[in-house]
């Protein structure tokens, strides 16, 4: 059964920081390409981070750029995603997921195969 499993989500003061994890079963990560997202209450899915390490690709969402950081552990076959310096607008449920497909746009979520069920970070003080 291929699944994807996020974590580390909780309450966190602005400022502060937290990672996220996206571990995998039934295939393998390093074949995709996979996405970090997030959606607050009444808006969109919208793309935050990307990564594909067998073409050498990360990229960042303009909002996040310089405060988050994404990896991967090939050998736990789990993707991390380290937030520093957190705003209460980062508040959201953060989905990770993972696609086969290349040239098309990464942060459209139409795009991705497979998603996990999310996990829920609230940055408030």
């Known amino acids: 059964q291929l699944q994807l499993v996020e974590s580390g989500g909780g309450l966190v003061q602005p400022g502060g920081s937290l990672r996220l994890s996206c571990a995998a079963s039934g295939f393998t990560l390093e074949n995709y390409g996979i996405g970090w997202f997030r959606q607050a209450p009444g808006k969109e899915r919208e793309g935050v981070s990307y990564?594909?390490?067998?073409?050498?690709?990360?990229d960042y969402a303009d909002s996040v750029k310089g405060r988050f950081i994404i990896s991967r552990d090939n050998a736990k076959n789990t993707v991390y995603l380290q937030m520093n310096s957190l705003k209460p607008e980062d508040t959201g449920v953060y989905y990770c997921?993972?696609?086969?497909?290349?040239?098309?746009?990464?942060?459209?979520?139409?795009?991705?195969?497979?998603w996990g069920q999310g996990t829920q970070v609230t940055v408030s003080s």
């Open positions: 990564i594909r390490v067998s073409v050498g690709i990360t």
């Open positions: 997921a993972a696609r086969s497909g290349y040239g098309i746009s990464r942060w459209r979520p139409i795009t991705y195969d497979y």
